[in-house]
Nanobody, 124 residues
Framework: QVQLGESGGGLVQAGGSLRLSCAAS????????VGWFRQAPGKEREFVAA????????NYSDSVKGRFTISRDNAENTAYLQMNNLKPEDTAVYYC?????????????????WGQGTQVTVSS
């Protein structure tokens, strides 16, 4: 059974940076496609970024492209989301998710495993 645990959230001013971590256990992260999603109050869960298993090829939503970078460290069995130039509209609970399929799909229904989420708050 795969378990995911996020960390790294917090409060930051607009223009600042945060790095979120997603530690995986139960399976090598290189065998999973890992995605980051976020959910703001009153809104649906939104795709942010994903990284393909094996190849590590990334995929980003248009709203974060150029500001966020997804990566992973196979030795640490951890995926990361580096968030730069944060904006107040980035405020949300951020979730790490994983799927055994090879594609980095933006549909949260396609992901098999989820972390508990970490709060990111960006003040203006």
């Amino acid at each position: 059974q795969v378990q995911l645990g996020e960390s790294g959230g917090g409060l930051v001013q607009a223009g600042g940076s945060l790095r979120l971590s997603c530690a995986a256990s139960g399976r090598a992260i290189s065998t999973l496609s890992v995605g980051w999603f976020r959910q703001a109050p009153g809104k649906e869960r939104e795709f942010v970024a994903a990284i393909m298993r094996s190849s590590g090829y990334p995929n980003y939503s248009d709203s974060v492209k150029g500001r966020f970078t997804i990566s992973r460290d196979n030795a640490e069995n951890t995926a990361y989301l580096q968030m730069n130039n944060l904006k107040p509209e980035d405020t949300a609970v951020y979730y790490c998710a994983a799927r055994t399929g090879s594609a980095t799909v933006p549909d949260p229904e396609k992901y098999d495993y989820w972390g508990q989420g970490t709060q990111v708050t960006v003040s203006s």
